[in-house]
C-alpha cells in the first residue's frame, strides 16, 4: 500500500515540523489524525482545515500526551473514527533551557513529561492495533542534542536521548510483527520552537551550522516520510541524522 492508503497520527501537529509533517503526509493521500494540546486547538484546526483542503480525511483529536488516559481516549476515538492506524509520529515536544548546576525540578518534570513519557504513552496506546493488524511504522523525533553535550540543554537532551532508547526497544519487540520504529535526530529547525531566541543567539548560531542556515520543517518531513513508507520495511532502530553538517 501507498501513504495514500494509510492513517497516521501526529502528536503536536498544530504546528511547526508536526504540522509540516502532516501536510506533507496529506499531499501523498494520507488520511490524518491531528493531534494537539487544549491551548492550541485554534493552529490544530487551522491545519486540519487545509489538508482538507488538499481533499484529503483529517480530523482533530485533542489530548495532553503526558497525560496516559487522554492518550488512551485519543487512540480509541482515532480507530473510531478511521478503522486503524498504521503510522505514529511522536512529535509533540517542549524544550526548557537551564545548566544543570542550577536546574529546576519543574522544568525536568515538565521536559520529561511531554517528551520522554508522552511517546512512552502513545507508542504503548497504537502498538495493540500494530501487532494486530501486522503493520506499523513509528516514527519518533529526538533530536541533535541526544548526540552532543551541548550546553543548557540537560532537561531536554536526556529525554531525546531517552526516546532514542525507547526507538531501538520497541523496533526489537515488534520486527516481526511488521513494525518498524525509527528516530529521526534534526538539528535546528525554523519553527516556534527556535523563533523565540533573540535574533543575535539565532545568528551566533546560525555561524556554526556549515549549511549556513537553520533546517525548514518541511526537509524533515521528507525524512519523516521516507520512514514511514511501506518501501522502508527492512530499516528498523535507526536514528537518522538531519542536522546541517553539524555533527559529522
Ligand atoms: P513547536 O513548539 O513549534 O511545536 C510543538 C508542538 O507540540 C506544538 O503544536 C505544541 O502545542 C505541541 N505540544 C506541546 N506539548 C504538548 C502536549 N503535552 N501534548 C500534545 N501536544 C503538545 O516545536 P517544533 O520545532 O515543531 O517541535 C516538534 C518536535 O521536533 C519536538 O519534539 C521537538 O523537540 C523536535 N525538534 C525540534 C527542533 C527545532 O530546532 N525546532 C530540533 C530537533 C527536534
Known sequence: MKIKD?????????????K???????REGGK???????????KALQTVEEIRQLGVEAEFFVADV???????????KVLERFGRIDILINNA??????????????????????????????????????????????????????????????????????????TKVTAAENVTKGITCNALAPGYIKTDMMLKYPEDQLKALIVK????????P???????LF???DSSAYMTGAVLDINGGFLI
Not at 20 to 26: N, P
Request: aromatic share 6%; proline share 2%.
Open 209 to 216: 551550522i556549515p549549511v549556513g542556515r537553520l533546517a525548514e
Open 93 to 166: 515536544g517542549i524544550n526548557r533551557d537551564g545548566l544543570l548546576h542550577k536546574a529546576e525540578s519543574k522544568n525536568w518534570d515538565a521536559v520529561v513529561s511531554v517528551n520522554l513519557t508522552g511517546p512512552f504513552n502513545a507508542t504503548k496506546a497504537v502498538l495493540p492495533g500494530m501487532r494486530q493488524q501486522g503493520y506499523g511504522r513509528i516514527v519518533n523525533i529526538s533530536s541533535l542534542t541526544a548526540r552532543m553535550g551541548i550546553f543548557g540543554t540537560g532537561y531536554y537532551a536526556t529525554t531525546k536521548a531517552g526516546l532514542i532508547g525507547l
Open 218 to 224: 518541511e526537509e524533515i518531513a521528507d525524512a519523516a
Open 20 to 26: 509540516a509533517m502532516a501536510l506533507a503526509f496529506a
Open 227 to 229: 520512514f514511514a513508507a
Open 66 to 76: 503526558s497525560q496516559e488516559l487522554e492518550v488512551n481516549a485519543m487512540v480509541a
Open 32 to 42: 490524518m489524525a491531528i493531534n494537539d494540546i487544549a491551548f492550541n486547538e485554534a
Open 6 to 18: 494509510r492513517v497516521t497520527l501526529i502528536t503536536g501537529s498544530g504546528q511547526g515540523l508536526g
